[in-house]
């Protein structure tokens, strides 16, 4: 069975405080990782999808890695408005997204 | 673009009662999803669709149906609501092909039932 786990589940950071978020998972043929932001009261925001080993992709403060088993979320300096909850999914083959838990992330200013 | 939205918004239902969920998408996406949301769970697959006409059972299919008459609409259905169907409703969409392809999702429908 194709799983998805996330850790931690809640980080709070202060403001500045450079951290990671991690996602493993447990797939027979990884077509793609997705990394999604959840806002309160919002649906999922797209942010990356990585797609083999080694990739990397950024996207301002945001730096998605991805190896064989896992993939981090790499934070930099956080500003107050990078809280949220963010989501990680994963497609293998040709069956539909599986998504983990999340982490909810607080940054404090 | 309004892209995906989501009718209603919010809901409160009676245990028994039924109501439709309409999902709207104009990005002229193959394939459309419904999800539920609950604390703790995550995002759980409840229906999905590969093309107009098509649907199948995701994760949690149980108590709930689906139609996808027209190609940029995903109905979903209660046909006798439970307190245990009290969630958080996402419909998603997103292109079909060699993908992989990132799900587009709607604001939500929050529905109580008592």
């Known amino acids: 069975e194709d799983q998805v786990t996330q850790s931690p589940e809640a980080l709070r950071l202060q403001e500045g405080e450079s951290s990671s978020l991690n996602c493993s998972y447990t797939?027979?043929?990884?077509?793609?990782l997705f990394w999604y932001r959840q806002d309160p009261g919002k649906g999922p925001e797209f942010l990356f999808t990585?797609?083999?080993a080694g990739e990397e992709k950024e996207k301002e403060r945001l730096k998605a890695t991805l190896t064989k088993k896992e993939s981090f979320l790499h934070i930099t300096a956080p500003k107050p408005e990078d809280s949220a909850t963010y989501l990680c999914?994963?497609?293998?083959?040709?069956?539909?997204?599986?998504f983990g838990k999340g982490t909810r992330l607080s940054v404090i200013a | 673009n309004a892209g995906v939205t989501q009718t209603p918004k919010f809901r409160v239902l009676k245990t028994g009662q039924s109501m439709t969920l309409l999902c709207a998408q104009d990005?002229?996406?193959?394939?459309m999803y419904w999800y539920r949301q609950d604390p703790g769970m995550g995002l759980r697959l409840i229906h999905y669709?590969?093309?107009?006409?098509?649907?199948a059972k995701g994760e949690v299919p149980d108590g709930y149906n689906v139609s996808r008459l027209k190609k940029q609409n995903f109905l979903l259905g209660l046909e006798s609501a439970a307190p245990s169907q009290t969630s958080v409703y996402f419909c998603?969409?997103?292109?079909?092909?060699?993908?992989?392809?990132?799900?587009?999702f709607g604001p939500g429908t929050r529905l109580t039932v008592t």
């Open positions: 990585l797609y083999s």
């Open positions: 999914a994963v497609q293998a083959g040709n069956t539909p997204l599986v």
């Open positions: 669709s590969v093309g107009e006409g098509t649907t």
């Open positions: 990005m002229n996406h193959e394939y």
């Open positions: 797939v027979s043929g990884l077509r793609g």
């Open positions: 998603a969409s997103s292109y079909s092909g060699t993908g992989p392809y990132e799900q587009y």
